[in-house]
Every structure is written in structure tokens, then in C-alpha cells.
């Protein structure tokens, strides 16, 4: 069975720490892997990872994809209070199909 | 404005009673999707739609039926409710290309 898994489930921090969030996946065929953020209404989209090792980055946040080991990593970088949000780890397989991990619900504390 | 609609924002409503929700994107995309929602579980995909009238089954199909007669729209069917539907309800389009998606605001739906 397809499927993705983040960890950890939750995480509390303070503003300023550093953070990795982590999401293996197991999918047949694997296609891309992306990450999004979800505040109080819809998820919104972050990073999209094909290739392997190349980093993506957006101000402090970064994720970058290993596809020998089937996992990706977002990094956020000095956090606010404005990154507090659930983020879901995806994966997209070849026929189109998206998988969502259950997500890493992150708290920073002022 | 680029974006994702969905109609209605909630509703509540009893076992049985067929219902719609509707889904619109104005960005001229080629894919659409409906997820759900729920506590512990993260979004699971019931349906999608590469382009008109290609729809495919997502992880969690049973119960629900999709129709794509238009690139714009996507509508959402339930026709014999549950309790075990309710749920919150998003709607995403995504380009072809990219598989970016666009999320609609949510449906929250309650079924007694």
C-alpha cells in the first residue's frame, strides 16, 4: 500500500529555533514529492522536489528530496510566530495520484 | 483573481438526501481533484480529472460520484449520504504541467 509518513506528529518551538520536519514515503511510482502548508483553511503549496539532492529554498525555508532513501526534509530556518501551521508532506505518482502524509502540526512560541 | 470556489461553504444535512457541491476554477486548468479531510487521518484523494470527461478514483471513492463536463467545473456528488461522510471537503485544480495545486476554501459537511 502507497503511503506517506511525517514525522513528528507535532512540535512546539520557540521563535528563533531551527526546525526539520521529516517525511518518508513508500509509492510504486513515485513521480514527484511536495510539500504544502495548511493554517486555518486551505493548504497552501511550498516546494515541489523531483530530483535528487538539489535543495529548494524560499527565504527560510528549504526541503530537499533523497530518492535511495525515500524521504525529503524541510528545513525552516530563525522561526516565527507566523510559520505555526500544520505541514503536509505529498507525494504524486506517475498515474496522477496524490498521497498526503497526516501532517506535522508546528507551534512557535513567541 | 486566480482561484478555487466551492459551494456550499457548509451544510448540514440527514442521511439519504442526495447533495452537490460544486467546485469552479478560473485558471483554465487541466487537473481537479476532491479530497477529505479528517482528524488523524491528513487529506485522502476520492477523486480526480486529468481533463474533460478523464475522471479516476483517488484512495477513498465509495459513496461519492464526480462528473468533469467542463474544464471549469468539478462538481462533487453524494448521492445517498452517511454519517461516516462527514467531513471537510477541498477542491484543488492544478496545471498540467506543474501539479501545483490551488485549493478551494473547504466544504464542511455534517451529516446526521
Known amino acids: 500500500e502507497d503511503k506517506v509518513v511525517q514525522s513528528p506528529l507535532s512540535l512546539v518551538v520557540h521563535e528563533g529555533d531551527t526546525v526539520t520536519l521529516n517525511c518518508s514515503y513508500e509509492?510504486?511510482?513515485?513521480?514527484?514529492l511536495l510539500w504544502y502548508k495548511q493554517e486555518k483553511k486551505a493548504p497552501t503549496f511550498l516546494f515541489m522536489l523531483t530530483s535528487s539532492g538539489i535543495e529548494k529554498k524560499s527565504g527560510r525555508l528549504s526541503s530537499i528530496l533523497d530518492k535511495k532513501e525515500l524521504f525529503s526534509i524541510l528545513n525552516i530556518t530563525a522561526t516565527q510566530t507566523g510559520d505555526s501551521a500544520i505541514y503536509l508532506c505529498v507525494s504524486l505518482d506517475n498515474f496522477n495520484k496524490f498521497y498526503f502524509g497526516s501532517g506535522t502540526k508546528l507551534n512557535v512560541k513567541p | 483573481e486566480a482561484q478555487v470556489t466551492q459551494n456550499p461553504r457548509y451544510l448540514i444535512t440527514v442521511t439519504g438526501k442526495k447533495l452537490t457541491v460544486t467546485c469552479s476554477q478560473n485558471?483554465?486548468?487541466?487537473?481537479m481533484s476532491w479530497y477529505r479531510q479528517d482528524p488523524g487521518l491528513g487529506l485522502r484523494q476520492i477523486y480526480y480529472s486529468m481533463n474533460v470527461e478523464v475522471t479516476d478514483k483517488g484512495d477513498v471513492p465509495e459513496g461519492y460520484k464526480v462528473s468533469r463536463k467542463e474544464k471549469r467545473n468539478f462538481p462533487l456528488i453524494l448521492e445517498s449520504p452517511s454519517p461516516n461522510q462527514t467531513s471537510l471537503y477541498f477542491c484543488a485544480s492544478a496545471s498540467g504541467g506543474s501539479y501545483e495545486q490551488y485549493f478551494g476554501p473547504g466544504t464542511r459537511l455534517t451529516v446526521t
Open positions: 485558471m483554465n486548468h487541466e487537473y
Open positions: 509509492v510504486t511510482n513515485f513521480r514527484s
